[in-house]
């Protein structure tokens, strides 16, 4: 049977103007995670007493802080500590979650339940309680918040790659192997896991956008990142108190979270209408 062939002067699948515009906004956030210099020169702790509280303008595009430190230049080293936290915290997660899952799937019944009764056990504390206990435990600071993040996330993902590893076990491919004489955990950790990670490596996309803002709302408690350090929620924490003198200094660094959010969210979204549509078919 030969493929079908595409007509001449089909109508091509439309750009979709906000995936091109969460991609953009994601490579120029690449750029400020990984080489804030080639956007700003500007020291992003110096203070100066003598433009404190500047409104924008063309020497501080974004205006200054209550220190008189440029905003605009420390929304860009801001990037780097709330991006990493998320993809730190979401890797943490997607690794305790995999392992999790499948022993939830392939660990038999006394497995199954042990990992099924800690699930429900995390699931039922409130996220924002585990994390201020970790916060407790630990210490305030980033490494305390990564790991109380994916305390609260790891749940998800166990449960998918659960999920996934119980759909894939009969599958032809994995029974195939079995008939070659591949030990179990052979089967497990070069058939089924990698087949599982599909899903979950959407779902942790997304989650990487939900984790940054869950990041910013820490610090914005003071549970995060400290001063004089730049961290878009602690930037959003520190200004609320001079919103009604300096609006700049809170608003666009709402606005750095919003947009690092939504552009992963859409991003993440297209992701997995492609995986469901390849599924699918």
């Known amino acids: 049977m030969t493929a079908p062939t595409v007509p001449?002067?089909?109508?091509?699948r439309p750009v979709r103007p906000a995936l091109l515009t969460g991609v953009a906004f994601l490579v120029l956030l690449a750029v400020a995670v990984i080489a804030p210099r080639?956007?700003?020169?500007i020291d992003?702790?110096?203070a100066d007493p003598l433009q404190i509280l500047q409104p924008p303008g063309a020497g501080h595009w974004l205006g200054t802080?209550?220190?008189g430190r440029d905003v605009f230049a420390r929304i860009v080293a801001g990037a780097r500590p709330s991006v990493l936290i998320g993809i730190f915290s979401s890797a943490l997660a997607l690794l305790a979650g995999t392992v999790l899952g499948v022993?939830?799937?392939k660990g038999g019944r006394v497995g199954s339940a042990i990992v099924t009764r800690l699930l429900d056990i995390v699931l039922a504390v409130p996220g924002l309680l585990l994390v201020l206990l970790a916060v407790a435990v630990l210490g305030s600071g980033t490494g305390p918040a990564?790991?109380?993040?994916?305390?609260?996330?790891?749940p998800g993902y166990a449960r998918l790659v659960r999920g996934e590893v119980i759909r894939l076990r009969d599958a032809e491919f994995v029974r195939a192997a079995?008939?070659?004489g591949w030990t179990r955990t052979q089967v497990v950790l070069r058939h089924v896991v990698p087949n599982a990670m599909g899903p979950v490596t959407v779902l942790a996309t997304l989650g990487i956008g939900s984790t940054i803002a869950a990041a910013a709302s820490l610090s914005y408690l003071g549970l995060g990142a400290q001063e004089p350090a730049a961290e878009w929620g602690l930037m959003l924490s520190v200004s609320t108190a001079y919103f009604s003198r300096a609006w700049w200094s809170a608003v666009f660094p709402g606005i750095a979270i919003t947009a690092?959010?939504?552009a992963i969210t859409v991003v993440g979204h297209h992701l997995q209408l492609r995986f469901d549509g390849r599924r699918a078919s």
């Open 146 to 154: 990564v790991a109380g993040l994916a305390l609260v996330t790891t």
């Open 260 to 262: 690092t959010v939504l």
């Open 65 to 67: 802080d209550q220190n």
């Open 8 to 12: 001449v002067g089909a109508p091509r």
């Open 178 to 180: 079995h008939g070659l």
């Open 38 to 41: 080639a956007l700003t020169s």
């Open 44 to 46: 992003p702790t110096a």
């Open 103 to 105: 022993l939830g799937a």
